[in-house]
């Protein structure tokens, strides 16, 4: 049988078994023996939004094979970092369309050298990225006065990179129809720091996500959806919707260091960087840091490059080239 992961950890997995609306079943699956093939560098073995072969056993299933992937959106493990060996790719989701970098004015603060991080990933693993600004009703605080200018500068320089920003409130539900129309049809995984509003975001989006996702954990005992695990969760479209739209709603993440990047090829991965790699005077060899001839250097500058930019990856590219958290 064809199956969907929905959620799980490393040894029990959550499968919906393909079929017609009225067939669709779900069961709690096991990985049949010791290792599936094309997961041995990975933390964990599957993730939500992958595809699986499972045969039946009993009440139960069994996973035996993974289908080929289309996407990865994974970060490094903190839990495998450090000294010795460790597979410290953690998947998040896989066969994602499109990330929505979920942040917000205030509640937790804005942080956006953590969206930084995110974009960067999502740039590495060929993943179009929006800029989810939630809880948009806090905008300007609660007196109305103008919104802090540091956070409109920011989502400006977001845009001039070419990333598209859309503000939206889970509270009122100021932007969700446009977010509906992006992510129609699609599969999007929602990733942001821990308060941000995501599973907020996809209750306003689908009421009945909430409900439907407690019944699947109190089936098989799981506990209360707290997104302490990712979770894919259907979205049920409308007459003339063509394909399933899925949300992979992931776990609240305090830090974030992206995945299968080496600290000297970070600059292909930030759009405003990339063009120009390999064109200083020392060529792929420059740290851009102080060296006579670096254009990243001159493009800051003239203000082509943001200085909290730059800064973002002075950090990221030194926590890469020592293996820290």
């Known amino acids: 049988m064809n199956g969907l992961v929905i959620r799980g950890s490393h040894s029990v997995f959550t499968v919906r078994i393909d079929g ?22 990975y933390y964990n073995p599957l993730a939500p939004g992958d595809r699986v072969l499972v045969e039946a056993a009993g009440p139960e299933g069994r996973i035996t094979a993974l289908m080929e992937r289309r996407t990865i959106f994974a970060r490094k493990n903190q839990k495998a970092l450090g000294p010795g060996p460790g597979r410290e790719a953690q998947i998040l989701a896989v066969n994602a369309d499109l990330v929505l970098a979920v942040t917000t004015p205030a509640s937790p603060p804005f942080r956006p050298r953590f969206l930084d991080r995110l974009l960067i990933q999502a740039e590495a693993a060929g993943i179009p990225a929006l800029i989810l600004l939630n809880k948009q009703d806090l905008w300007g605080g609660e007196d109305g006065e103008e919104p802090p200018r540091d956070i409109e500068e920011r989502l400006e320089d977001f845009r001039r990179c070419g990333y598209p920003v859309l503000r939206i409130s889970a509270k009122t539900g100021e932007g969700l129809g446009e977010l509906w129309e992006r992510i129609r049809g699609r599969t999007a995984v929602l990733a942001g720091q821990s308060g941000v509003g995501k599973s907020s975001i996809i209750n306003a989006l689908f009421p009945r996500a909430g409900a439907r996702v407690g019944a699947l954990n109190e089936k098989y005992d799981r506990g209360n959806h707290t997104t302490t695990l990712g979770e894919l969760i259907e979205i049920p479209g409308g007459p003339g919707d063509s394909g399933e739209t899925f949300i992979i709603d992931t776990p609240g993440l305090r830090r974030f260091v992206p995945q299968g990047i080496k600290a000297g090829e970070l600059v292909l991965y930030m759009r405003e960087f990339a063009p120009l790699a ?27 490059i943001h200085r909290d930019r730059y800064d973002s990856f002075l950090r990221l590219s030194e926590e890469l080239r020592e293996g820290r958290k």
């Open 278 to 304: 390999g064109t200083c005077t020392y060529g792929l060899s420059c740290s851009h840091r102080n060296e006579a001839g670096c254009k990243i250097l001159e493009a800051l500058s003239a203000g082509r």
């Open 20 to 41: 017609e609306e009225e067939e669709k079943r779900y069961l709690e699956c096991r990985i049949k023996g010791k290792i599936l093939r094309g997961v041995d560098s």
